[in-house]
């Protein structure tokens, strides 16, 4: 069972959107506005679904007004990943949709949407108030 200190939560969240910051460079606002959005995201469509979008937005040849969305989709899976005992990859979507234990699934998808409100606190802080899109 997974044991988790809200400060390491939060801790996570923090230092994941810092490292985010410097990755979308001129894209903070849009960046914050993804990220803001991401608790209902994952709460209507999943994280199969979020994973399936990362992997979309970080494609070569995805355009580069919407890269950003990627970069932000990546690194909250791959935070996620780090805070959990479930094993997926965060760049394979496959791994969440035959993910075997559907309690496993659900569960990790409850923890996600902690952690993205987690993440949506620490956003206007970090990436500046959203840009309206």
């Known amino acids: ?9 939060s801790k996570a969240a923090y ?6 910051k410097t990755t979308v460079g001129d894209d903070c606002k849009k ?26 937005y970080c494609r070569p040849d995805a355009s580069q007004q919407t890269r950003y969305k990627g970069q932000v ?25 035959t993910m075997q234990d559907v309690r496993a699934y659900t569960g990790l998808n409850r ?3 902690e ?3 987690e993440w949506s606190f620490w956003a ?6 959203a840009e309206v899109l």
């Open 1 to 9: 069972m997974l044991k988790l200190d809200t400060r390491d939560f």
């Open 15 to 20: 230092n994941a959107l810092t490292a985010l």
């Open 31 to 56: 960046a914050s506005s993804a990220v803001q959005s991401l608790p209902a995201y994952i709460s209507t469509w999943g994280l199969h679904r979020l994973a399936g979008d990362s992997v979309k």
């Open 73 to 97: 989709y990546h690194k909250f899976l791959t935070t996620l990943q780090e805070l959990s005992d479930v094993p997926f990859k965060p760049d394979d979507p496959a791994t969440l949709v």
């Open 111 to 113: 923890l996600a949407i």
């Open 115 to 117: 952690l993205a409100r």
């Open 124 to 129: 206007v802080p970090i990436l500046g108030k």
